[in-house]
C-alpha cells in the first residue's frame, strides 16, 4: 500500500505549513495513523498520532500546542497542521498506518509507511 505524504517546503521560523498523507480508499479507516520525523543523522521519532475515530490523539513533547492531527477519512486523507514552526522541526516526515484502531508510539507499532515529504525551517 503507498501511503503519499505532501506539503513540506521551506518555511520561516514562526511560520506553518500543513501536511497530508493520502491513502488508497480504506487503507486506514479502521486503523490510527502517525505522523513520524527523522532530521539528519537522528532516528525516525513519532510527532503525533491520531486513533481511528479521531477521538483520542498523541503528540511528542517538542510539538504540544504548536501541531495538530486530523483526519478526514472521506477524503482517505491525515493532516498535520504545523504552526509557530522551529528551525529544530527541520526533517523528512513520514506518515504511517497504525496495525490497529488505536495508535503507538513506536515505530513497530506501525505499516505501510509513505515517502516522506521535507520540512525546512529557516531562522
Known amino acids: 500500500v503507498q501511503l503519499q505524504a505532501s506539503g513540506g517546503g521551506l518555511v520561516q521560523a514562526g511560520g506553518s505549513l500543513r501536511l497530508s498523507c493520502a491513502a488508497p480508499?480504506?487503507?486506514?479507516?479502521?486503523?490510527?495513523v502517525g505522523w513520524f520525523r527523522q532530521a539528519p543523522g537522528k532516528e525516525r521519532d513519532i510527532v503525533a498520532a491520531?486513533?481511528?475515530?479521531?477521538?483520542?490523539?498523541y503528540y511528542a513533547d517538542s510539538v504540544k500546542g504548536r501541531f495538530t492531527i486530523s483526519r478526514d477519512d472521506a477524503k482517505n486523507t491525515v493532516y498535520l497542521q504545523m504552526s509557530s514552526l522551529k528551525p529544530e522541526d527541520t526533517a523528512l516526515y513520514f506518515c504511517a498506518v497504525a496495525l490497529s484502531s488505536t495508535y503507538a508510539v513506536q515505530r513497530d507499532g506501525y505499516r505501510y509507511w509513505g515517502q516522506g515529504t521535507l520540512v525546512t525551517v529557516s531562522s
Open positions: 491520531i486513533d481511528r475515530r479521531g477521538s483520542s490523539t
Open positions: 480508499r480504506r487503507t486506514f479507516s479502521n486503523n490510527g
